[in-house]
């Protein structure tokens, strides 16, 4: 048996539909392989613990790996130039960048440090855009899920630094370039979001919704129909969970894009 930690993160009134649906994702992941899983409960952050046993449990867990990604614990397990999946944790507290939990708690919590300047390379064409401008233009918001690249440890002092991953940065790209306005929703399970889609009759206002994490999805809009129009709808129906609009006009006025 071994006793693993995914990069997913279970929290708040929909914690428990969060296992629950993340229980059946595990059933098919596994298929035929000679393995079991256990959730175990969450780590002081809200990181799913597991355990996985069975002959395929080497198999299933690198699938974990693959799928999710696994908690370092420890600074020592990180290397320069690796990828790994976090989340933003007490976004706009500083103005010097946004820190990114990726599951690091050995000897003790330590986050990774989006510093302003890569912020500012990597999202604004290195214009000079403040932090919470920039938080504000991407909705870059408490457990928003980031692929992120190692570019700098001290294990002397326990500081990491990160820039965002180039399949990250492609996804904004793809995200500016299509036109459409999304919904970032944080704080619910696919399930009660297509709910409170289908109970305020914006089905055909949306037009697909993209899986994030267990509980943070992008509600993709059709062409015309705008954010805010659409979260003011969705907001009294999703009262426990937050709502963020990120608009491709918008970012694109700020970099100038035609």
């Keep these: ?3 693993v930690i995914i990069l997913e993160k279970a929290y708040g009134s929909y914690e428990k539909a ?4 993340l229980q059946h994702v595990l059933t098919y992941m596994r298929g035929n392989l000679n393995a ?9 952050r809200h990181w799913i613990q597991l355990d996985v046993s069975g002959e395929d449990k ?4 690198q699938l974990l790996d693959r799928e999710f990604g696994l908690a370092p614990i420890s ?10 999946r976090g989340k933003i944790i007490v976004s706009g507290k500083v103005g010097y960048g946004l820190y990114i939990d990726i599951g690091i708690s050995e000897p003790s919590f330590f986050d990774a440090l989006f510093p302003l300047y890569k912020m500012r390379s990597q999202l604004v064409h290195g214009q000079t855009l403040s932090n919470r401008q920039i938080i504000n233009l991407y909705s870059l918001y408490d457990y928003l899920p980031l692929t992120v690249r190692i570019v700098g440890i001290n294990s002397i002092t326990n500081k990491i630094e990160v820039e965002l991953s180039t399949r990250q940065v492609d996804t904004f790209k793809t995200w ?3 036109k459409l306005d999304r919904v970032i929703v944080v704080g619910v399970t696919k399930r009660y979001l297509k709910n409170a889609i289908t109970q305020t009759n914006h089905q055909r206002d949306v037009v697909q919704i993209e899986n994030l994490g267990l509980l943070e999805h992008a509600i993709v809009c059709k062409l015309g129909t705008e954010a805010p129009g659409l979260i003011s709808e969705l907001g009294p129906k999703l009262s426990e969970a937050r709502l963020y609009a990120f608009r491709p006009e918008k ?4 970099l100038q894009i035609d």
Excluded: P, Q, R
Aim: no cysteine; hydrophobic share 50%.
């Design 1 to 3: 048996m071994v006793m």
């Design 36 to 44: 079991k899983f256990k959730v175990m409960g969450l780590t002081e």
């Design 58 to 61: 080497d198999v299933f867990t």
């Design 251 to 254: 970012v694109s006025h700020f």
């Design 18 to 21: 969060a296992i629950y649906s």
């Design 176 to 178: 500016i370039s299509s």
């Design 75 to 84: 600074i020592t397990n990180i290397s320069l130039a690796s990828t790994l």
